[in-house]
């Protein structure tokens, strides 16, 4: 099995500007049931090149659902039942380093998680598991978007660190210097939990945070402010869209499995003896965790 080719199902996160793509076929809407809840929006399911995409609508069409509010776990899980096996997400962030000034897109490969008000795990009380989490992103889709962004010449930073903030507030002038002498390099409020539960439920996970702003630290630019954002985030929709269509068929056929252990997340995570899962959480994470409940 190991050595078969298949040919993965590719999900996209983000704004509703990044559906439009030349080229998108057999398109439709579909509402996916989730027992953890209503997923932001309906999915589009369609087809490029032969690959297999879903869209989900991070915030829902028409931006009506803030970070704190989004239901993370029901979008991933709702995503694995979809049949997808990777996901790219997309995400407005602001810039702590000079040199990533806005516009540019940042293929985050780290993350330090400051949300507060969020349900961050699939697991629970009644099937406890601990998964890894010290190199959150699958490497496999970020060569592929660097390679993308490479041949559109998006200017494109491939790594770096991703601070993901509570909000729906921008930072304080004091947090934003605490988080850039931190190293970090690009603020955000989208990509956690999502990235950890993408973990947990063994989906190949990877970030592109367009950048859209200095935060409020800059001294030769104005104070965040939404109108300027929006700006940016216009100019941005476009270069997002062709980088979907560039990079997306570069993951057609692959191994079985992810050769970066994404598939695998789960292989000794569950601590849970098996006489003492609960059988109502062992259903209720049948999509995320099937394989190794299972026995697969």
Partial sequence: MAGTEIQPVIGIIGGSGVYDIDGLENTRWERIASPFGDPSDAFL???????GLVF??????????PPSELNFRANIDALKRAGVTEIISLSACGSFKEELDPGTFVIADQFIDRTFARSKSFFGTGLVAHVGFGHPVCPRLGDALEEGAKALGIKT??????????????SSLAESELY???????????????????????????????????????????HVSVEAIIAVLLGNADNARALVKESAPKLAGRGALCPAGCHTALDNAIITAPEARDPAMAEKLSAVAGRVLNGG
């Fill in 45 to 51: 399911f369609g087809e490029l090149d032969g690959l």
């Fill in 56 to 65: 989900l609508p991070r915030h829902g069409r028409g931006h009506k659902i």
């Fill in 157 to 170: 930073r491939r790594g770096g660190t991703y601070l993901a903030m509570e909000g729906p507030q921008f």
């Fill in 180 to 222: 850039r002498s931190w190293g970090c390099d690009v603020i955000g409020m989208t990509n956690m939990p999502e990235a950890k539960l993408a973990r947990e439920a063994e989906l190949c996970y990877a970030t592109v945070a367009m950048v859209t702003d200095f935060d409020c630290w800059h001294p030769d630019h104005d």
